[in-house]
């Protein structure tokens, strides 16, 4: 069991890196301002879900995960807001994306 | 390494847990290697509104180091002063000014010769320190035995920078306090308080 | 007032649960006094017109957590396939205007956290009847069109009524 | 113990690829966006960085930082919208 759960969090772990450098590696390549922001938001959103969540598993049920589970509600309350507050302040500033047609 | 069940221990009263040098120290390298690029790029950035974002950067960098260096607290300003207030200060600063670094009007040569004698002179003067947490070291003999072991039950408070700023150095720290309060005044009234403008409020 | 105590016990709750301490008087006094100043700070940012609250269905909410989960799953492993694969998942960044049907403004700001919450949409500007949405290829802003997302947040928001 | 130690290389490694952003730019924006995201990933090498020092109590650091992160952003995006000349992004 112990093992299982072992497995699992590393597994979620990886997934979590693998997530976070694709998301960062978009943020690289993607072509205008606009679309980085849908690559760092993978790093915010799934990848974040991820690597606290492998942790949780580590701590079982304890003020830990509770703490994790915190940090994990923070980051996805905010980061969607600091994304949009973003956009716009690009938006205002008349920073127009490039759209494809 | 199971944290089942195990209840959260004060900081600052726990015994240092046993843990992998070599992990510690190639995270503590790699986040060593990203300041130093952070570094180089501030000064190259012309930009100056680049270089207060790459400052932000650079403390978050730096909180990081202190974290893996198990200053918790002193991570915690840093995160707090160095990335939260200071971007802010530095970015009204640049609203009064300009966004743009002027272009040098003399060499770099001399400055440079300077930077990099002090350097070597800070670089030897390592030399002369004992060895980083060397248990035998000069300031650990003197009264932080005394701290760590008295502390807890004489002040009270489980975090030990507290019981040593608050209480045991209590005065010093409200000396700082006072000096930091009379600097704020002193900016305000040097900057005058007209109308109530956002960014003043930031800081 | 009514806005104040609720912060203020919110903030006592929150603060034993983070500190772990419980049977210190000292630290019992300082988490109770910076609590109150805190709720007494948030309550002037308040001012005189404190946020409406809502009655909230814990379940429903759930439900709609749950669904929002498997949607940003989802996303997450589309906007993955557009970074490592261009050659087969081109982007093709797009924006439009949606109308939203949702009535109060946490509902509305419910909607646009969530549109922003899944890789590939963003929420840029939420005006009363509509929100502006950058996207990251046609197929994701036609599927926020669809609609799907804005019928949930809209049940969840009628739930409570 | 090597799984913390590979989630918290792994971290790192993100944190460099955002910083490659904040030095390329070109925007203004494109440099928040980068300090955004190595702001949250410091929250969560905080938190690996804990359990693989098996520490529990840097998890209060890494929830302070998730919180001042965010204000941080928030405080630079309203300065940008409010100040900054919009006609010169490159220039930022």
């Known amino acids: 069991m112990a093992l299982l759960l072992d497995l699992l969090s590393f597994a979620m772990l990886l997934g979590g890196v693998f997530l976070g450098i694709s998301g960062a590696v978009g943020v690289i390549r993607f072509p205008d301002f606009y679309t980085r922001i849908h690559a760092a938001g993978v790093t915010d959103t799934l990848s974040a879900g991820l690597i606290l969540g492998g942790l949780m598993l580590q701590a079982g049920l304890t003020l830990v995960t509770l703490k994790l589970a915190f940090i994990l509600m923070f980051l996805w309350i905010t980061s969607p807001v600091a994304s949009h507050a973003l956009a716009r302040a690009a938006m205002h500033s008349g920073w127009h994306p490039r759209l494809s047609d | 390494m199971r944290w089942r069940g195990r209840p959260c221990i004060p900081a600052g009263i726990r015994a240092c847990p046993i843990r992998s040098a070599v992990i510690d120290q190639v995270i503590d390298v790699l986040l060593l290697i990203l300041l130093v690029i952070t570094a180089i790029a501030v000064v190259r950035i012309k930009s100056l509104f680049a270089v207060v974002m790459l400052f932000g950067i650079y403390s978050l960098i730096t909180a990081g180091i202190f974290v893996v260096l198990d200053a918790v607290d002193v991570a915690f300003t840093e995160a707090a002063v160095g990335a939260g207030i200071t971007t802010v200060l530095m970015l009204t600063t640049l609203a009064r000014t300009g966004h743009k670094q002027a272009p040098a009007r003399h060499s770099p040569a001399l400055p440079l010769t300077v930077v990099i004698i002090t350097g070597a002179v800070l670089f030897w003067g390592t030399q002369d320190m004992p060895r980083f947490a060397d248990p035998g070291a000069p300031i650990h003999l003197h009264v932080a035995d005394r701290y760590i072991e008295a502390g807890p039950e004489e002040v009270g408070v489980p975090n030990m920078v507290t019981a040593v700023l608050a209480s045991y150095r209590g005065f010093d720290t409200l000396g700082e306090v006072a000096v930091v309060f009379t600097a704020g005044v002193g900016v305000l009234a040097l900057l005058g308080v007209r109308r109530r403008r956002k960014g003043d409020g930031d800081g | 007032m009514r806005y104040f105590l609720i912060l203020f016990l919110l903030l006592c709750a929150f603060w034993l649960l983070l500190s772990g301490y419980w049977d210190n008087d000292l630290l019992l006094a300082f988490g109770a006094a910076s609590s109150l100043l805190v709720a007494w700070i948030g309550s002037r940012l308040i001012g005189a017109d404190p946020p409406r609250s809502y009655p909230v269905s814990i379940v429903r909410i759930t439900a709609y957590s749950w669904w929002l989960l498997v949607e940003i799953v989802k996303a997450n492993i589309d906007v993955v396939k557009r970074i490592w694969l261009p050659k087969e998942h081109p982007i093709s960044p797009c924006m439009a205007r949606l109308p939203l049907s949702q009535v109060s403004g946490v509902a509305k700001a419910a909607y646009a956290q969530s549109i922003t919450l899944t890789p590939g949409t963003v929420a840029i500007e939420v005006t009363d009847d509509d929100v502006e949405v950058h996207a990251l290829t046609k197929e994701g802003l036609d599927a926020l069109r669809e609609g799907e997302m804005d019928r949930r947040v809209t049940s969840v928001e009628k739930g409570h009524r | ?92």
Do not use: C, Q
């Open chain 4, 1 to 92: 113990m090597l799984m913390y130690a590979m989630a918290a290389v792994g971290i790192l490694v993100v944190m460099a690829l955002a910083l490659v952003r904040g030095f390329l730019g070109p925007s203004v924006f494109d440099r928040v966006l980068a300090v955004n995201m190595v702001g949250t990933k410091t929250t969560l090498l905080i938190a690996v960085y804990g359990f693989l020092t098996d520490r529990p109590d840097f998890l209060d650091i890494a929830l302070t930082y998730a919180l001042i992160n965010f204000v941080g952003v928030v405080a630079v995006l309203k300065f940008v919208e409010r100040v900054a000349d919009p006609r010169a992004p490159e220039d930022l």
